[in-house]
């Protein structure tokens, strides 16, 4: 079967950093994603990662190691609107998108 | 318009109703996609469609259906709600197929008694 491992909920404090870790087991691989949720809203896109390594982008970056099965989203300088949920995706042989759950981050001041 | 857009915003219905939400995307985009999504469950795929006048079944099609007559609309239907049809329901559009990024509209919250 399909799988996207992501922790349910973290807590982190304002100004600090935190990372955010996904695991899979997909039939095959073609990409992973991570999108930003707020309650109550729409996901929104934040990074997309195909080649192995570290992309930044501002103060969020997104790190992916194909051989592990695993990736990470790393939040720096972190802000109270950062609290949201933020969801693993890949998209597998099929180039059909698998979930994760989503890891709630709560940030307290 | 710009983007995507769903209605209704947020819906009470009866058991056994036939219930259709709708979704239009201003973005000329080709895939659009029907999500639903659970507490503690990953956003889970009911339908999609490549291009306009095609159709494709995703994880939990069942009690669902989808028509994509243009580019811009995207309407899914319940034929007779039940209880386990509660939840929230995204729609989605994405320039094209696969490793596209997509997008979302604000989504539909659907509550069936």
């Known amino acids: 079967g399909q799988n996207i491992d992501q922790p349910t909920e973290m807590t982190a404090t304002e100004g600090a950093i935190v990372q955010i870790n996904c695991t899979y087991q997909?039939?095959?691989?073609?990409?992973l994603f991570w999108y930003q949720q707020h309650a109550g809203e729409a996901p929104t896109f934040l990074s997309y990662?195909?080649l192995d390594g570290l992309e930044e982008k501002g103060r969020f970056s997104s790190f992916l190691s194909r051989s592990k099965g695993y990736s990470y989203l790393l939040l720096k300088e972190l802000q109270m609107k950062d609290s949201a949920s933020y969801l693993c995706?890949?998209?597998?042989?099929?180039?059909?998108?698998?979930w994760g759950a989503g890891t709630k981050l709560i940030i307290k001041p | 318009i710009a983007g995507i857009t769903q209605a209704p915003t947020s819906q009470i219905l009866a058991a056994g109703r036939r219930m259709t939400l709708r979704c239009t995307q201003d973005?000329?985009?080709?895939?659009m996609y029907w999500y639903r999504q659970d507490l503690g469950l990953g956003l889970r795929l009911i339908h999609y469609?490549?291009?306009?006048?095609?159709?494709g079944k995703g994880e939990v099609p069942d009690g669902y259906s989808v028509s994509r007559a243009n580019t811009d609309d995207f309407p899914l239907t319940l034929a007779s709600a039940v209880p386990s049809q509660t939840s929230v329901y995204f729609c989605?559009?994405?320039?094209?197929?696969?490793?596209?990024?997509?997008?979302f509209g604000p989504g539909t919250r659907l509550t069936v008694l």
């Open positions: 989605a559009s994405s320039p094209g197929e696969g490793t596209d990024t997509q997008y």
């Open positions: 973005m000329r985009h080709n895939a």
């Open positions: 469609s490549n291009t306009a006048g095609t159709t």
């Open positions: 997909t039939s095959g691989f073609n990409g």
């Open positions: 990662n195909v």
């Open positions: 995706a890949v998209v597998d042989s099929n180039y059909q998108l698998i």
